[in-house]
């Protein structure tokens, strides 16, 4: 499946790869070369992951855990190493939106964002840190969003999330630059995933094309992205062209927050 060698024995963990952007990215990076720990609370999903990347002559294996939980993802960590000897990319994916007024947000909503978004990128960063350290170096990179920074109704909390990422990059990649450990961030626009597909899931036929098309309009490039435009950057940002990049917020946006919208 290797069509370069940029990662060629790594070892990569994707959290939430069982969909969208972290399958995306799992499928970049075994390409690179790595082999790919897949990781969802949603097994089948994992698992459709695992065959894309096999079929397709990679190397990848499945392990479940809630990032959310740190027991579950320091084992995920350790089985990382049990199988494959090593760590040496994290990629915090995994995240969930859920729109709604922040006066309405039920507070158990609130604690699952915070549970998955905020502690779910600061665990893994913590449990792959040590093994990092093990294998004397190594990349972790949080995905954050283009509404970490541009304001977006009904998305308080998960901007509070996506944002806290870039925050804790920085002051994570000035500690731990000793140890050869990079910590970056990338920043999606609108990418064409099932969690997309949920958020225009009220929305009729008509709507949900005329708000796609708003999408392609607001940014340079005049289109949506996909899943691999994100894996792409991830590939780059774990690889030894990025070795001196650290502590960087990277929008992957088609300019979305630079474009002047009226
Ligand atoms: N799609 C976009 O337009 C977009 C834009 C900016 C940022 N993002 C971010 O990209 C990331 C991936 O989004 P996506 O669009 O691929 O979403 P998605 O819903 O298609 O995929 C997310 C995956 O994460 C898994 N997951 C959810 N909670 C988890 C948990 N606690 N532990 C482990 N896995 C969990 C889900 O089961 C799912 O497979 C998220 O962090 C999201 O906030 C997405």
């Known amino acids: 499946m290797a069509t370069d060698k940029r990662l060629e024995d790594r070892v990569a963990v994707v959290t939430g790869s069982g969909s969208g952007i972290g399958r995306g990215s799992a499928i970049v990076l075994a390409r690179a070369g790595a082999r790919v720990i897949v990781n ?70 609130l604690e699952r964002m915070l549970d998955t978004n905020l502690k779910g990128f600061l665990f893994c960063a913590k449990h792959a840190i040590p093994a990092m ?38 002051t994570l990649a000035v500690e731990v630059g000793k140890h050869n450990i990079r ?14 597909a949920r958020d225009m899931a009220d929305m009729n036929v008509d709507e949900a094309e005329n708000y796609l098309q708003n999408v392609r309009n607001a940014n340079a490039l005049g289109r949506i992205g996909e899943p691999e435009d994100i894996g792409n950057a991830v590939a ?27």
């Open 40 to 109: 969802d609370v949603d097994p089948d999903g994992g698992a459709e992951t695992v065959d894309l990347i096999r079929e397709a002559g990679g190397e990848a294996t499945f392990i479940a855990a809630d990032v959310g939980r740190s027991d579950q993802v320091k084992s995920l960590v350790a089985q990382a190493e049990d199988s494959y000897g090593r760590l040496d990319i994290m990629y915090a994916n995994a995240g969930i939106t859920n729109y709604v007024d922040l006066e309405e947000m039920a507070e158990s909503d």
């Open 133 to 170: 350290k093990r294998a004397g170096g190594g990349s972790i990179v949080f995905c954050s969003s283009v509404l970490s920074t541009i304001g977006f109704p009904q998305c308080v909390v998960y901007s509070a999330t996506k944002a806290a990422m870039i925050g804790a990059a920085r």
């Open 183 to 196: 910590v970056n961030v990338v920043s999606p626009g609108t990418i064409n995933t099932p969690m997309l």
């Open 236 to 262: 780059w940002l774990s690889s030894e062209e990025a070795g001196y990049i650290t502590g960087i917020n990277l929008f992957v946006d088609g300019a979305f927050t630079a474009v002047k919208q009226i």
